[in-house]
Every structure is written in C-alpha cells, then in structure tokens.
C-alpha cells in the first residue's frame, strides 16, 4: 500500500517492516486485524494495518462495512510504544538497540548555532523526543 500524508509518501513496498502483529483470529473472521511497523530509509516510522468489518480498519460502504487498511505515520516514541505493547524483548531491541537501563547520565556543553539548535529542538520534537535522547538516537541510527 502507498500512501502521500502531509506531503510524505509511505509506501509498504519499498520500506522495511520490522515488526509484526495480529489479534489471533482468522483472517476471514470479522474481528481479524493485523498490524505491521514499517521503518523508511529516512528513519521515519510508519504502521500499515488492515483488518475485517468489525476491526479498527473496517472500511464503509453506506450501510455496510467490510475489510479495510490504513497507513498512520508515527514518531519514535509512539513506534517505541507500539513495540513495547506488541512484540518481545528481543524483537525490540533489534529494531531500537539494547535498552540502558542506567539512569546515569553525564552532563556536557556543545557550542552550536542558534540556527542549528533550533532546528534540532524542532527535529526532536516532531519524534516527541527531549533533545538528548534525539542526539543519541541519530547517532546509533
């Protein structure tokens, strides 16, 4: 499935799926859905779902309804979520990396345009990230 949202195209075919689910029920059951977590080259993450009549991707047809998909653009911290909630461990720590369980952090200063810090706050932002996190998640990716 390709679709454009706010002028970015998410395309199923030439992003890597990098996660995997489903409710359990057959695909010819009303209630089946399936969902699956999409990396694009740029790091953006996008969830491509589909599913029956009686899913959350039902599509309608005046009074009736049947099988439907949808593609909803996500940032970091919502494909984290979505992670956490519906794979295992070992699955989520190959999409995000090992997760650090310290809580040490170090403090440091870096000297950077106005310019340039403003445009990282926007970047961290837009994944719903604080600025550190964003730094050092663009570093491992």
Known sequence: MKKII???????????RVGTWHN????????YC?????????????LHGEGGALSKYASSSGDSSGWGEN???LTLKQAQEW??????GNEY????????????KTTTSISLT???LKLIKEKATKEGMTLSDFIV???KN
């Open 71 to 73: 593609i909803r653009p």
């Open 137 to 139: 998640w663009k570093c």
């Open 93 to 104: 720590e190959k999409i995000f990396g090992a997760v650090d369980e310290s809580s040490e």
């Open 34 to 46: 399936s969902e699956d977590l999409y990396r694009k080259r740029s790091g953006e993450y996008f």
């Open 24 to 31: 359990g029920q057959y695909t010819s059951d009303f209630r």
């Open 83 to 88: 992670a956490e909630e519906h794979l295992d």
């Open 6 to 16: 706010n002028g970015k195209r998410y395309d199923t075919d030439t992003a890597e």
């Open 114 to 116: 106005a310019a340039d």
